[in-house]
């Protein structure tokens, strides 16, 4: 049976696609009427002026708007309304003669067109997908490019009879929660389904194997990605982490799954502060930036304690100059990091990072005050949005093409990808390795006047006397009762 979500949205495609059919008819007749009334440069004139118009108010709302789109886009209009101005007032005999339009309004006419042209190619071609026929697009092709419904097809997920219950929570309806597995230990799913699904209706679990735990009828819960998915761990000098590639398991992810508004990654054991998360602006990038923007949070009793950094969790690291040979000194991964590791480090990195266009280096460097950098840290949480898929999943594809550490290439590929005047919105996301790994955590940085809007390791159960992995029957309900508690200290609802 499908789900009502389901139908709702395949209702409203098909209403969408009768409206767009009359509204071209209604184009079309009209059009008709104004070549009979007046001639033909002045239906061009007036659909270049609504192109112009629709192109505008299109890159606005993508956040895409550039100095060319402005201008181009302005000289149309202004070219428009001068034809129109200079409109001769004719008799309906003069109108229906056989009299050719005047040299001046050919002129105009022609070179409206003309100029609207190169910038609907420009937008085209510059990360939009509003335009993509091979002629210039009406209106009504703007608009239904505009909706994804209509015009993109998402890929059925598993995840939609999570929660069966009727949904009264839709803030993240069009977003992909990333939930990756590093080790093929999916014990947890069934609690992460339990707490989540009722927020997130798109799940997408993805792993290093099928899963077994739960029989035939789950065997399909995890999508699989093998790529370097091995695991050593004897050699200090070669420490090989079964999630050091854990980025190409994102690239899979949103591969294979388009068409949605933002991807929300994270790993399995990483605590989802929802009523945090759902004040975050999903145009734009986040992630706990040096240089992130910080959310306002209606929990501090001070508004200045927004910005105050030491209330705040640690932002990532910059790199060291990858001039200097880092290798010779490098001590470990537990004392100097990876960034001096001969095998995933910041020398392997460097020949993905050398690869990526001057541009995006360049908007790096802005970061960094024009130097050289990096940036590394946990990629526990991250959210990319939909807008910049396929610009970020080039950018980490080259990191891909190496063997640079997730924890490098990702956030790195994060700081290369956002725009020069779009923020990276700053996530307080904790990496903890000594307990409580639990709700225990969150209510202690509560008290002690700081936040957690999610927090890497968090244990859904523990290991027995035997050394066997229990679940707690007690954790979903618990993470509930947090969340709960978490909304009332940002004063909302979670419906």
């Known amino acids: 049976m499908k789900n009502s979500d389901t139908i709702t949205r395949f209702l409203l495609r098909d209403y969408l696609s009768l409206a767009l059919l009359l509204a071209e008819a209604g184009r079309d ?123 993109c097809h998402r890929k059925p997920l598993a995840s939609l009879s999570y929660f069966p219950q009727p949904r009264t929570y839709h803030h993240f309806d069009n977003i992909l929660l990333v939930v990756f597995f590093s080790h093929a230990r999916y014990d947890s799913i069934d609690d992460y389904k339990k707490v989540y699904a009722e927020f997130f209706p798109n799940i997408l679990f993805i792993g290093p194997a099928t899963r077994q735990d739960g029989g035939f009828s789950q065997s399909y819960d995890v999508l699989v990605d093998t790529y370097e998915s091995d695991e050593s761990l004897e050699d200090p000098k070669h420490y090989k982490m079964a999630g050091r590639m854990a980025h190409h398991m994102l690239y899979t992810a949103m591969r294979q799954h388009n068409c949605y508004d933002g991807y929300l990654w994270v790993p399995f054991d990483t605590l989802l502060n929802v009523p945090r998360l759902q004040q975050f602006d999903q145009r734009y990038f986040w992630y706990h930036s040096p240089w992130g923007e910080f959310v306002p949070n209606p929990a501090f009793e001070r508004i200045e304690d927004n910005t105050n950094k030491s209330r705040h969790a640690p932002p990532a690291k910059i790199s060291p100059d990858p001039r200097l040979n880092l290798t010779e000194t490098w001590r470990g991964v537990w004392d100097d990091w990876w960034w001096g590791d001969p095998n995933v480090g910041l020398g392997v990195c460097m020949k993905a990072f050398q690869k990526v266009p001057l541009e995006m280096r360049e908007r790096l460097a802005a970061f960094t005050g024009g130097n050289t950098r990096l940036i590394g840290g946990s990629a526990d949480t991250l959210y990319i949005p939909g807008r910049h898929q396929q610009k970020f999943m080039d950018t980490i594809g080259l990191f891909l093409d190496t063997e640079c550490f997730f924890e490098i290439a990702t956030p790195t590929s994060i700081h290369l990808t956002v725009p020069p005047n779009e923020p990276i919105l700053f996530v307080d996301h904790w990496w903890i390795w000594q307990p409580p790994f639990n709700t225990t955590f969150v209510r202690q940085k509560w008290a002690e006047g700081l936040e957690v809007d999610t927090f890497h390791t968090f244990h859904w159960g523990a290991k027995d006397i035997d050394g066997v992995w229990r679940e707690n029957p007690d954790t979903t309900d618990d993470v509930r009762n947090l969340l709960k508690e978490s909304a009332a200290r940002q004063k909302l609802e979670l419906s």
Do not use: C
Not at 42 to 57: D, E, K, R
Not at 73 to 85: D, E, H, K, P, R
Not at 86 to 91: A, K, P
Not at 92 to 121: N, W, Y
């Open 29 to 151: 007749i009209t059009s008709i009427s104004v070549v009979f009334y007046f001639d033909a440069a002045f239906v061009g004139v007036i659909g270049a002026l609504a192109s112009a118009i629709v192109l505008l108010v299109s890159a606005y709302l993508s956040m895409r708007l550039s100095t060319a789109v402005l201008a181009g886009s302005f000289a149309v209009i202004v070219g428009s309304v001068t034809y129109f101005f200079h409109q001769h007032t004719e008799t309906d005999e003069v109108v229906q003669s056989t009299s050719k339009p005047s040299r001046i309004r050919r002129a105009i006419g022609t070179t409206s067109l003309s100029m609207l042209l190169p910038f609907v190619l420009y937008s085209a071609f510059h990360e939009t997908q509003v335009y993509s026929r091979d002629r210039i697009p009406s209106v009504w092709d703007a608009l239904a490019a505009q909706s994804p419904m209509l015009n």
